[in-house]
């Protein structure tokens, strides 16, 4: 071993980027040092929401005893890394001890946005992000009493889904006109509200926060909305999106992409040749992306570089979704918006039965873009495939047949 990796952050993606270092490198020439903030190593995040209902923490974490005894490795666990010092080619940690590296891999996530509403600092606001959040809120959690979930995308529906099997009264409060904005267009999100409201849940979209409401002992007693409604809740958790974890980069000399996030090309190398950044910190071509399986595609990229392998460059990263819990099935892949010029829709709405399909294709009709599926995704996986290409039979036949 007489090179050293050092790793900052280790979150899911990070987990990744080490297990297939280490599985690659036979001839056990890395040595690899990561640091995560959180007090435990890489864990499952994707499946944090079963902690309000009970998962425990252990059984999401990632790392296998091999991985833990493997003296290749040397973990640290909540140690924040506070500096990195190219022209050294080291990092300081918030305590002030020092590493030096050959390779530095920036893999630190997002932190969970709050808007700046007043009072969104109260005792009783929460984000929806972390182990340590999650465990906070269940801990804080009242049955019987409200909760208000700021944000009604695939986050926020699973934390609303979360505080009612506490036993709450959940309401969603969306800003856009729909749930699941991003991936869903009108009659889907529509018809997603009306499944979501018959699971015991209100719903609230094109009305935002105004404030929340203190009562004489500070902590949260309301919230009222921009429309004048004011709802009785002792929690609110905010799901309204993330913002990539970037905070190295100005004391590093990197440069950030637009809206954030470590500037890498398409391999995920920043301008230090020795400096690469994956998952969601990463603006790879400028844009970040807030799914793991992007991130994923990135750690291997980056593994096969370190291993002097063809490593592959992260293009059209499949942001396709599939919302897993509530019960409800929902699933959106390509073009869901049509947002392509001239692109044509077809839908077959079933609302009596919970169900809405739909298809973009080209302006021509033949060519599959993306489509939404509300209440029945068993044709995801099918169609996804498609995306892209002709269309195999008629646009009708593929929503209907099982
Ligand atoms: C409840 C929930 C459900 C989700 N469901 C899905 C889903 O269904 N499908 C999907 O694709 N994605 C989902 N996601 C998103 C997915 O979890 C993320 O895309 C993925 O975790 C990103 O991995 P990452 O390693 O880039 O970042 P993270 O998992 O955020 O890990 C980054 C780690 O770096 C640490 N860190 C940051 N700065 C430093 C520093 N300076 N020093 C040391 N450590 C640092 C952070 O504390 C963190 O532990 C979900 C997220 C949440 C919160």
Same mark, same amino acid.
């Given at each position: 071993?007489?090179?050293?990796?050092?790793?900052?952050?280790?979150?899911?993606?990070?987990?990744?980027?080490?297990?297939?270092?280490?599985?690659?490198?036979?001839?056990?020439?890395?040595?690899?040092?990561?640091?995560?903030?959180?007090?435990?190593?890489?864990?499952?995040?994707?499946?944090?929401?079963?902690?309000?209902?009970?998962?425990?923490?252990?059984?999401?974490? *990632?790392?296998?005893?091999?991985?833990? +005894? %493997?003296? =290749? /490795?040397?973990?640290? @666990?909540? $140690?924040?890394?506070?500096?990195? &010092?190219?022209?050294?080619?080291?990092?300081?940690?918030?305590?002030?001890?020092?590493?030096?590296?050959?390779?530095?891999?920036?893999?630190?996530?997002?932190?969970?946005?709050?808007?700046?509403?007043?009072?969104?600092?109260?005792?009783?606001?929460?984000?929806?992000?972390?182990?340590?959040?999650?465990?906070?809120?269940?801990?804080?959690?009242?049955?019987?009493?409200?909760?208000?979930?700021?944000?009604?995308?695939?986050?926020?529906?699973?934390?609303?889904?979360?505080?009612?099997?506490?036993?709450?009264?959940?309401?969603?409060?969306?800003?856009?006109?729909?749930?699941?904005?991003?991936?869903?267009?009108?009659?889907?999100?529509?018809?997603?509200?009306?499944?979501?409201?018959?699971?015991?849940?209100?719903?609230?979209?094109?009305?935002? *926060?105004?404030?929340?409401?203190?009562? +004489? %002992?500070? =902590? /949260?007693?309301?919230? @009222?909305? $921009?429309?004048?409604?004011?709802? &009785?809740?002792?929690?609110?958790?905010?799901?309204?999106?993330?913002?990539?974890?970037?905070?190295?980069?100005?004391?590093?000399?990197?440069?950030?992409?637009?809206?954030?996030?470590?500037?890498?090309?398409?391999?995920?190398?920043?301008?230090?040749?020795?400096?690469?950044?994956?998952?969601?910190?990463?603006?790879?071509?400028?844009?970040?992306?807030?799914?793991?399986?992007?991130?994923?595609?990135?750690?291997?990229?980056?593994?096969?570089?370190?291993?002097?392998?063809?490593?592959?460059?992260?293009?059209?990263?499949?942001?396709?979704?599939?919302?897993?819990?509530?019960?409800?099935?929902?699933?959106?892949?390509?073009?869901?918006?049509?947002?392509?010029?001239?692109?044509?829709?077809?839908?077959?709405?079933?609302?009596?039965?919970?169900?809405?399909?739909?298809?973009?294709?080209?302006? %021509?009709? =033949? /060519?599959?873009?993306?489509?939404?599926?509300?209440?029945?995704?068993?044709?995801?996986?099918?169609?996804?495939?498609?995306?892209?290409?002709?269309?195999?039979?008629?646009?009708?036949?593929?929503?209907?047949?099982?």
């Amino acid at each position: 071993m007489n090179r050293t990796l050092v790793v900052v952050g280790h979150g899911m993606v990070a987990h990744r980027l080490v297990e297939r270092l280490l599985a690659g490198d036979t001839h056990r020439r890395w040595r690899v040092v990561v640091f995560g903030e959180e007090p435990w190593p890489a864990y499952d995040r994707i499946r944090l929401s079963g902690c309000l209902e009970g998962t425990g923490a252990a059984e999401l974490l *990632l790392t296998t005893p091999a991985l833990l +005894a %493997d003296s =290749r /490795v040397e973990m640290w @666990t909540g $140690t924040r890394v506070a500096e990195v &010092d190219r022209e050294h080619r080291m990092v300081r940690t918030e305590h002030g001890e020092r590493h030096l590296y050959d390779a530095l891999v920036l893999a630190t996530g997002s932190r969970a946005f709050v808007p700046p509403v007043p009072g969104g600092d109260a005792p009783g606001c929460f984000t929806y992000r972390t182990l340590d959040d999650v465990e906070t809120i269940r801990a804080s959690a009242t049955p019987g009493d409200g909760a208000v979930v700021v944000g009604g995308g695939l986050l926020g529906l699973e934390a609303a889904n979360g505080l009612r099997t506490l036993g709450l009264r959940t309401h969603v409060v969306e800003l856009a006109p729909r749930l699941m904005p991003i991936q869903l267009d009108g009659p889907g999100g529509s018809l997603l509200a009306d499944i979501v409201r018959g699971r015991g849940m209100d719903v609230r979209c094109g009305v935002a *926060l105004e404030r929340v409401d203190r009562g +004489a %002992d500070g =902590r /949260v007693v309301s919230v @009222t909305l $921009t429309d004048g409604t004011v709802l &009785d809740a002792s929690m609110v958790v905010f799901a309204a999106g993330v913002r990539p974890r970037d905070e190295l980069a100005a004391g590093a000399g990197l440069p950030v992409g637009p809206r954030g996030g470590f500037l890498v090309d398409e391999l995920c190398r920043t301008t230090d040749p020795r400096v690469w950044a994956v998952g969601e910190c990463a603006a790879v071509a400028g844009r970040c992306h807030g799914l793991v399986a992007p991130g994923y595609r990135m750690a291997e990229s980056v593994a096969a570089q370190l291993l002097r392998e063809t490593p592959a460059p992260f293009r059209d990263p499949d942001l396709s979704t599939r919302l897993k819990l509530l019960g409800v099935q929902v699933a959106s892949f390509g073009d869901a918006q049509a947002d392509t010029e001239g692109a044509l829709e077809y839908a077959v709405e079933e609302p009596p039965a919970g169900r809405y399909a739909k298809l973009v294709l080209s302006g %021509d009709g =033949r /060519v599959l873009l993306g489509g939404v599926l509300v209440g029945d995704t068993e044709p995801f996986p099918r169609l996804r495939a498609l995306v892209g290409h002709r269309l195999p039979a008629s646009a009708d036949a593929l929503l209907r047949r099982g």
